[in-house]
Nanobody
């Protein structure tokens, strides 16, 4: 079975850090690009970061550039998102997702083939 298991969310004060991890199984890791998405209450799901399968580069939403860092461990089939200098507006449910789509950038949510269950990140002011 295909599984994307997201973990690492929690409650943190503004300015703090969290590290999210996505563990993938049930599919060939290198055939997919795994990215992070988030959805805040009342808002649409948005792409946060991904490592492109097309060019191997990391891409970030403008709102998180310079604060978030994505990394991948192909030996463990994991993709982590280090989140620093967190702001209250980062509060959301964070999801990891996998897409076979080849592109240089963050895939639109509807382009993903698999989704993890989500992990809550709450940043207090």
């Amino acid at each position: 079975d295909v599984q994307l298991q997201a973990s690492g969310g929690g409650l943190v004060q503004a300015g703090g850090s969290l590290r999210l991890s996505c563990a993938a199984s049930g599919f060939t890791f290198q055939d997919y690009a795994i990215g992070w998405y988030r959805q805040a209450p009342g808002k649409e799901r948005e792409g946060v970061s991904t490592i492109s399968r097309s060019d191997g580069r990391a891409y970030y939403a403008d709102s998180v550039k310079g604060r978030f860092t994505i990394s991948s461990d192909k030996t463990k089939n994991t993709v982590d998102l280090q989140m620093n200098s967190l702001k209250p507006e980062d509060t959301a449910v964070y999801y990891c997702a996998a897409t076979r789509t080849l592109l240089s950038g963050i895939a639109r949510p509807q382009w993903n083939d698999y989704w993890g269950q989500g992990t809550q990140v709450t940043v207090s002011s």
